[in-house]
């Protein structure tokens, strides 16, 4: 239930009043004389379900909505008519669960804390989502995602460019550009010190870990979180539904791949930083455009005037350009992705060939793949792997039976190189 308060200018008094009672709608009527202009105010209950209407109603009728125009809570009311107004915005269900735009407005500014606290948690959350990772524990990365702020300023973001306020829209923008920047340097300070300190030990290589893999290989399933996460959390925010799991859902799309950019970068994988990275710019450009078009469809628009306007991107062109900039960004995500997964595959393959019993004196070392920003198109990948064997034993088919199991895998050329490295064992 919704307690509204409007001023109304004596020029537009008759016609905003004969939609109150058209509407069946009770109200008091107050002058108002402290203002410069002859005006009086109206207060009126509402349900919930029916503010959007009748404010856009009022609108028609000349209300002057930035003039003074108060929505506020309301616990209960009792007027001659409000039952009715229930029966037929509520249980008549001629309206739905949409809020007002006024409404909406105020609940994402005040979803998103002060910058001190907003960058604290975010630092704090890309240091949890760091040790999840290096853990490869998924109960920890979802600790991260609890305490991430980014709902907030995402929810911010979607809801000023629908409705056009360009402050709100550049101050939601900026605090998630900046807040995951913090995240990324966060995570690779955060990791550097460990690796520094030996508590991760040096030599781990990054891409065996799972949730950092996961992270380092984005695909489709990773893009539907972030979908659906956009979709989610304008719908609770325009429907007065709580929104704190989303915010979980929406910090389990970024903030874990903005630590495993982090952790890439201080392991000096470009492999993992630039597949990490991929996913974050991804999938937090689809936050945005799915935010953005979800309140769109619920029917929330800016009530600016075209002259009003003028002088500023089109809902249009920012759609087109941010739509293209997920495409290429998309791309980019893809070829990592498939770089990454031609990377897991030869890992795999290398590791269960010498597992058979005729290598079982071999050790392995390493393996490494020829990557490359044409790694996904190039016609011929080189994979190097590097074992230690006994000094008096060969094995000379050992690279053609690593390139035959792999030829299995993928229809193009692959050349195999293994670099043997002598082993000597003695007891004193």
């Given at each position: 239930?919704?307690?509204?308060?409007?001023?109304?200018?004596?020029?537009?008094?008759?016609?905003?009043?004969?939609?109150?009672?058209?509407e069946?709608i009770?109200y008091?009527?107050?002058d108002?004389t402290?203002?410069?202009?002859?005006?009086?105010?109206?207060?009126f209950?509402?349900?919930?379900?029916?503010?959007?209407e009748?404010?856009?109603?009022l609108?028609?009728?000349?209300?002057e909505?930035?003039?003074?125009?108060?929505?506020g809570t309301?616990e209960?009311?009792?007027t001659?008519?409000?039952?009715?107004?229930?029966?037929?915005?509520?249980?008549?269900?001629?309206?739905d669960?949409r809020?007002?735009?006024e409404?909406?407005?105020?609940?994402?500014?005040?979803m998103?804390?002060?910058?001190?606290?907003?960058?604290s948690?975010?630092?704090?959350?890309?240091?949890?989502?760091?040790?999840?990772?290096l853990l490869n524990?998924?109960?920890?990365?979802v600790?991260?995602?609890v305490?991430?702020?980014?709902?907030g300023?995402?929810?911010?973001?979607?809801?000023?460019?629908?409705?056009?306020?360009?402050?709100?829209?550049?101050?939601g923008?900026?605090?998630?550009v900046y807040?995951?920047?913090?995240?990324?340097?966060?995570?690779?300070?955060?990791?550097?010190?460990?690796?520094?300190?030996?508590?991760?030990?040096?030599?781990?290589?990054?891409?065996?870990?799972?949730q950092?893999?996961k992270?380092?290989?984005?695909?489709?399933?990773?893009?539907?979180?972030?979908?659906a996460?956009g979709a989610?959390?304008?719908?609770?925010?325009?429907?007065?539904?709580?929104?704190?799991?989303?915010?979980?859902?929406?910090?389990a799309?970024?903030?874990?791949?903005?630590?495993a950019?982090?952790?890439?970068?201080?392991?000096?994988?470009p492999?993992v930083?630039l597949?990490?990275?991929?996913l974050?710019?991804?999938?937090?450009?689809?936050?945005?455009l799915?935010?953005?078009a979800?309140?769109?469809?619920?029917?929330y628009?800016?009530?600016?005037s075209p002259?009003?306007s003028?002088?500023?991107?089109g809902?249009?062109?920012k759609?087109?350009?941010a739509?293209?900039?997920?495409?290429?960004?998309?791309?980019?995500?893809?070829?990592m992705s498939?770089q990454?997964?031609f990377e897991?595959t030869?890992?795999?393959?290398?590791?269960?060939?010498?597992e058979?019993?005729?290598y079982?004196?071999l050790?392995?070392?390493?393996?490494?793949?020829?990557?490359?920003?044409?790694?996904?198109?190039?016609?011929?990948q080189?994979?190097?792997?590097?074992?230690?064997?006994?000094?008096?034993?060969?094995y000379?088919?050992?690279?053609s039976?690593?390139?035959?199991?792999?030829d299995?895998?993928?229809?193009?050329?692959?050349?195999?190189?293994?670099?043997f490295?002598?082993?000597?064992?003695?007891n004193?």
């Amino acid at each position: 239930m919704r307690h509204i308060e409007v001023l109304v200018l004596d020029e537009h008094q008759d016609a905003v009043l004969n939609v109150l009672h058209e509407e069946n709608i009770d109200y008091v009527l107050t002058d108002e004389t402290s203002g410069r202009e002859d005006a009086a105010v109206v207060r009126f209950p509402l349900p919930t379900q029916a503010v959007e209407e009748v404010l856009s109603t009022l609108r028609e009728a000349g209300l002057e909505e930035d003039r003074y125009t108060v929505v506020g809570t309301a616990e209960s009311a009792r007027t001659q008519n409000f039952s009715d107004l229930e029966a037929r915005f509520v249980a008549g269900g001629e309206d739905d669960d949409r809020i007002a735009h006024e409404e909406i407005r105020a609940k994402a500014l005040d979803m998103t804390p002060d910058a001190k606290t907003y960058y604290s948690m975010t630092l704090l959350s890309a240091v949890v989502a760091t040790a999840g990772l290096l853990l490869n524990s998924p109960a920890i990365v979802v600790g991260s995602m609890v305490i991430a702020p980014q709902v907030g300023s995402a929810l911010t973001a979607s809801v000023g460019v629908v409705l056009g306020d360009r402050k709100m829209a550049k101050d939601g923008i900026g605090a998630q550009v900046y807040g995951l920047f913090l995240a990324v340097v966060g995570a690779l300070v955060f990791s550097g010190f460990l690796r520094a300190a030996a508590f991760v030990p040096p030599a781990l290589d990054v891409t065996t870990v799972s949730q950092i893999g996961k992270r380092a290989s984005p695909g489709l399933l990773s893009l539907a979180v972030a979908i659906a996460a956009g979709a989610a959390g304008a719908f609770g925010l325009a429907t007065a539904l709580p929104v704190s799991l989303v915010g979980v859902m929406i910090a389990a799309a970024i903030i874990p791949a903005a630590a495993a950019v982090g952790i890439g970068l201080a392991a000096g994988n470009p492999v993992v930083a630039l597949g990490a990275a991929s996913l974050l710019v991804v999938n937090a450009l689809a936050i945005n455009l799915v935010g953005i078009a979800t309140l769109r469809l619920l029917g929330y628009r800016s009530h600016q005037s075209p002259d009003e306007s003028n002088g500023s991107m089109g809902f249009a062109k920012k759609v087109a350009l941010a739509g293209l900039v997920l495409t290429v960004t998309a791309g980019a995500g893809f070829a990592m992705s498939q770089q990454m997964a031609f990377e897991n595959t030869a890992n795999r393959e290398v590791q269960d060939v010498l597992e058979q019993s005729r290598y079982n004196q071999l050790e392995l070392e390493s393996v490494e793949t020829d990557f490359n920003d044409r790694g996904v198109f190039e016609p011929t990948q080189q994979i190097t792997v590097q074992v230690s064997r006994p000094a008096d034993v060969r094995y000379p088919e050992l690279a053609s039976t690593i390139a035959e199991r792999l030829d299995r895998e993928y229809d193009q050329r692959i050349t195999v190189e293994v670099q043997f490295v002598e082993r000597q064992r003695a007891n004193s």
